[in-house]
Nanobody, 121 residues
Framework: QVELVESGGGLVQAGGSLRLSCAFS???????????MSWYRQAPGKQREWIAS???????NYSHSVKGRFTISRDSAENTVYLQMNSLKPEDTGVYYC????????????WGQGTQVTVSS
């Protein structure tokens, strides 16, 4: 059974930093399976948006709104994906979700429950 659990959200002042964690279990790691690990966020009253992705051996990609400020990384030993967020802005406020898109014989996307980030001005 796959499980993703986010943590690390909270209230921070503009210009500050937070590091989000996504601890996962049950994900298959095999040569014939590609795992794309991503972070999304959903601001109040808006649709969920993609902000960052990375995969084993691949480069990371970021949305324009966070590029240069956020960094996605993974600790293989701990089965955890991180999102380091620097120079936070009030518009970064929202619920942040971790997702793992597992691509093998079939494609399945797994989601965490989300963690709230609030940036005050």
């Amino acid at each position: 059974q796959v499980e993703l659990v986010e943590s690390g959200g909270g209230l921070v002042q503009a210009g500050g930093s937070l590091r989000l964690s996504c601890a996962f279990s049950g994900i298959i790691f095999r040569r014939d399976v590609i795992n794309i690990m991503s972070w999304y966020r959903q601001a109040p009253g808006k649709q969920r948006e993609w902000i960052a992705s990375g995969s084993s051996g691949g480069t990371a990609n970021y949305s324009h709104s966070v590029k240069g400020r956020f960094t996605i990384s993974r600790d293989s030993a701990e089965n955890t994906v991180y999102l380091q967020m620097n120079s936070l802005k009030p518009e970064d406020t929202g619920v942040y979700y971790c997702a793992i898109d597992q691509r093998g014989a079939i494609e399945t996307t797994y989601w965490g429950q989300g963690t709230q980030v609030t940036v005050s001005s």
